[in-house]
């Protein structure tokens, strides 16, 4: 008699126990989505504004630029840029004309790099041209390397605008460099999991002279390095405006702040050269807004990032990043995210864009070594033409492994108002890890009209989908 009333006391005490917290629902799911769209894009929008430029324009030909292609204009578009610096600002004007820079331009507080329609700037091709070494975030982890061939440290309030070409002419030396880069990059990144202090992750010509005085820091090895520099790189700089221009031919990314915080990015034309040759790659940046660019890549056309394995985890994330009405074209990713983001990705919106074509539209991408956390992003409004593999997927596998253990946790996506004309593979392609399920995925009104594969999924809790239609079936997780 007592076991019995024990077990209906028991019974008693968990029925008016409080319930746990409720399952993750669509309703949730949309109610989170409408408040963030509505709350957070405004406030975001409210931080983000570009730069307010001096009105003093200068004139690279007067400082002894010449529209030559055989002519090094370089040294005069470096007088510009530094005497409009100290000037307190104002606008450096490359005119119409071919102007051709032998070696990297660095630009400076208050500075406005602007090409006029018909301006084009195009660079040298000779590594030895992007010496002294500088910091930079060579696929996610930090060294010193070669110049970028624009390139800003620890500047604000800085800017290249105009509707002039600027041709990185790097095709050549991508394809040569490529076939030589491995082992730089698998040291690099032995470095970077080691932590190895960055002065000593000397990369370029193997020669870093921090302090000027023509000695080896001690940490070079004078070797020639072959890990190719960026397009565009502004490094831990504030106030960034980047508009109208098209950009060609990058030796490697094109358009690549980093630990950077108010950036708009603007109604650019990017054509890629070769691989490695991604779009726009805003890394472990902070209130960024890019809007109205079109981007036809080998590569990523527009990818987030935020570090690569332990080099990154204690540095800054991106977060609170807004990209619409773009126009992606691209051979492997329309937009992604990864696969370097080891320090975090967080609060990024993404709508009224259109995927012309790609492997895979919609990509986040990671593996084992990557460890951090992706989370809270919103997707909607977005119109897709032929995809090769999958519309929508997440990936911990990405090449590149080295054996560690560290899953990445990815949470909290929501998508809808997604159309997809054809799909050859599957639509979605969502594997997780048993580790670390990919948790919280939203999915509501997207059709593919064709997909030829069934959609694959594993690890993946708390999934809840509405209206989706995949070949004309509604399409139903298992």
């Known amino acids: 008699m007592r076991i019995v009333f024990f077990a209906l006391f028991v019974l008693l005490l968990a029925a008016c126990s409080p319930a746990g917290p409720p399952a993750f629902s669509i309703k949730e799911a949309k109610a989170h989505s409408t408040a963030a769209w509505q709350n957070q894009v405004p406030q975001m929008l409210a931080r983000i504004n570009p730069p307010k430029l001096a009105s003093p324009v200068?004139?690279?030909?007067?400082?002894?630029?010449?529209?030559?292609?055989?002519?090094?204009?370089?040294?005069?578009?470096?007088?510009a840029i530094d005497v409009c610096h100290r000037a307190g600002g104002g606008r450096v004007l490359l005119p119409p004309g071919y102007w051709f820079s032998k070696?990297?331009?660095?630009?400076?507080?208050?500075?406005?790099?602007?090409?006029?329609?018909?301006?084009?700037?195009a660079f040298s091709d000779v590594a030895e041209d992007y010496l002294p070494l500088v910091k930079v975030r060579w696929e996610g982890t930090v060294c010193w390397n070669y110049s970028p061939l624009i390139y800003a440290f620890q500047q604000q309030n800085i800017a290249i605008t105009g509707k002039g070409a600027i041709d990185g002419r790097g095709a050549d030396w991508s394809r040569a460099w490529r076939k030589q880069q491995k082992p730089?990059?698998?040291?690099?990144?032995?470095?970077?999991?080691?932590?190895?202090?960055?002065?000593?992750?000397?990369?370029?010509?193997?020669?870093?002279?921090?302090?000027?005085d023509g000695q080896d820091d001690g940490f070079g090895d004078g070797k020639p390095h072959f890990l190719r520099p960026t397009l565009i790189?502004?490094?831990?700089?504030?106030?960034?405006?980047?508009?109208?221009?098209?950009?060609?031919?990058?030796?490697?990314?094109?358009?690549?702040?980093?630990?950077?915080?108010?950036?708009?990015?603007?109604?650019?034309?990017?054509?890629?050269?070769?691989?490695?040759?991604?779009?726009?790659?805003?890394?472990?940046?902070?209130?960024?807004?890019?809007?109205?660019?079109?981007?036809?890549?080998?590569?990523?056309?527009?990818?987030?990032?935020?570090?690569?394995?332990?080099?990154?985890?204690?540095?800054g994330k991106s977060k609170n990043i807004i990209v619409r009405n773009c126009r992606l074209n691209s051979g492997v990713n329309a937009f992604c995210i990864g696969s370097e983001m080891s320090g975090g990705v967080e609060n990024i919106f993404v709508q009224d864009c259109q995927i012309l074509s790609g492997k895979h539209a919609l990509n986040f991408k990671c593996n084992l070594d990557r460890g951090g956390q992706v989370q809270q992003i919103f997707m909607k409004n977005i119109q897709v033409d032929t995809i090769e593999k999958a519309l929508f997927i997440f990936r911990m596998d990405y090449h590149g492994y080295r054996g560690n253990n560290f899953p990445t946790r990815f949470n909290d996506f929501y998508a809808h108002n997604i159309r997809c004309k054809q799909v050859k593979g599957g639509a979605f392609k969502v594997v997780g890890v048993e580790a670390e399920p990919i948790t919280r995925l939203a999915l509501w009104d997207i059709e593919v009209q064709n997909a030829a594969l069934e959609s694959q999924l594993a690890f993946v809790e708390e999934l809840v989908v509405e209206a989706v239609q995949i070949s004309g079936a509604p399409f139903f997780p298992q």
């Not at 030909?61 to 578009?77: Q, V």
């Open 58 to 79: 200068f004139d690279i030909t007067i400082f002894g630029a010449k529209p030559d292609s055989t002519f090094d204009s370089r040294p005069a578009i470096a007088r």
């Open 103 to 121: 070696g990297p331009l660095h630009l400076q507080s208050g500075v406005e790099l602007h090409l006029a329609a018909g301006a084009t700037l």
């Open 184 to 212: 730089d990059k698998q040291r690099l990144r032995q470095m970077g999991n080691d932590t190895l202090p960055e002065q000593q992750r000397v990369f370029g010509n193997g020669f870093l002279d921090r302090d000027g």
């Open 233 to 315: 790189e502004l490094y831990e700089c504030r106030n960034i405006l980047i508009e109208e221009v098209t950009l060609r031919n990058s030796p490697f990314w094109t358009v690549h702040p980093v630990f950077s915080k108010n950036i708009t990015i603007r109604g650019l034309q990017i054509f890629g050269g070769y691989l490695n040759d991604d779009g726009i790659d805003p890394d472990s940046c902070e209130d960024v807004l890019i809007e109205d660019c079109y981007v036809s890549t080998e590569d990523d056309a527009i990818s987030i990032k935020a570090g690569r394995d332990q080099d990154a985890w204690h540095r």
